[in-house]
């Protein structure tokens, strides 16, 4: 089995594994026959460039995608891969290596009585902030919310806010922004 039939064989099997398909509903959704799925999955296919289209398209992935080497299924990254931002005694770290557009997942450390303020964000947007260790003030258009270890305050992102560690030690919190549509 030369390598684009085996990177073919072990990618095909993959992306319809993701999906929860069988193969015969690949079959379905390509307009192919079963048993072509299952030649092409056991790298012993020598497919048309139809057959590689009409699969590719039915994945909804590029040609190139299927014959190239399958991606790994998980990726780890380190603390210093991650995007980090010091705004006083409180250090954000974005959680989300990848961009997902309107969509920010931080995490806040604060120091003892360390307080930042939030930029409001895109109109139409919504904040979680959840706390994780130790108290934390939520003060949003005039209204403050004091959220102990687990509680959860969801608030228009789109308006005036700021954040405080109102306990004796580090405080821990997790804020997710993102369209409310």
Same mark, same amino acid.
């Given at each position: 089995?030369?390598?684009?039939?085996?990177?073919?064989?072990? #990618? %095909?099997?993959? *992306?319809?594994? /993701?999906?929860?398909?069988? &193969?015969?509903?690949?079959?379905? +959704?390509?307009?192919? @026959? !079963?048993?072509?799925?299952?030649?092409?999955?056991?790298?012993?296919?020598?497919? #048309? %460039?139809?057959? *590689?289209?009409? /699969?590719?398209?039915?994945? &909804?992935?590029?040609?190139?995608? +299927?014959?190239?080497? @399958? !991606?790994?299924?998980?990726?780890?990254?380190?603390?210093?891969?991650?995007?980090?931002?010091?705004?006083?005694?409180?250090?954000?770290?974005?959680?989300?290596?990848?961009?997902?557009?309107?969509?920010?997942?931080?995490?806040?450390?604060?120091?003892?009585?360390?307080?930042?303020?939030?930029?409001?964000?895109?109109?139409?947007?919504?904040?979680?902030?959840?706390?994780?260790?130790?108290?934390?003030?939520?003060?949003?258009?005039?209204?403050?919310?004091?959220?102990?270890?687990?509680?959860?305050?969801?608030?228009?992102?789109?308006?005036?806010?700021?954040?405080?560690?109102?306990?004796?030690?580090?405080?821990?919190?997790?804020?997710?922004?993102?369209?409310?549509?």
């Amino acid at each position: 089995m030369n390598d684009a039939s085996s990177n073919l064989a072990r #990618t %095909l099997h993959q *992306l319809r594994e /993701i999906r929860g398909w069988t &193969q015969q509903k690949l079959a379905q +959704l390509a307009g192919v @026959p !079963r048993p072509t799925v299952a030649n092409l999955e056991s790298g012993s296919a020598n497919p #048309t %460039l139809s057959v *590689l289209l009409r /699969i590719a398209t039915a994945l &909804q992935v590029s040609v190139d995608e +299927l014959i190239s080497p @399958p !991606r790994a299924s998980a990726r780890l990254y380190r603390p210093h891969e991650l995007t980090l931002r010091r705004r006083g005694q409180v250090e954000v770290r974005e959680l989300l290596p990848d961009t997902i557009p309107s969509v920010t997942v931080e995490r806040m450390a604060f120091k003892s009585g360390a307080r930042i303020v939030g930029a409001p964000h895109t109109p139409g947007t919504r904040e979680y902030l959840t706390c994780e260790r130790g108290r934390i003030r939520l003060t949003a258009s005039g209204e403050a919310y004091e959220l102990d270890p687990g509680d959860v305050v969801v608030f228009r992102g789109d308006q005036k806010h700021s954040y405080e560690n109102i306990g004796d030690t580090e405080t821990i919190g997790y804020s997710v922004v993102m369209p409310t549509g």
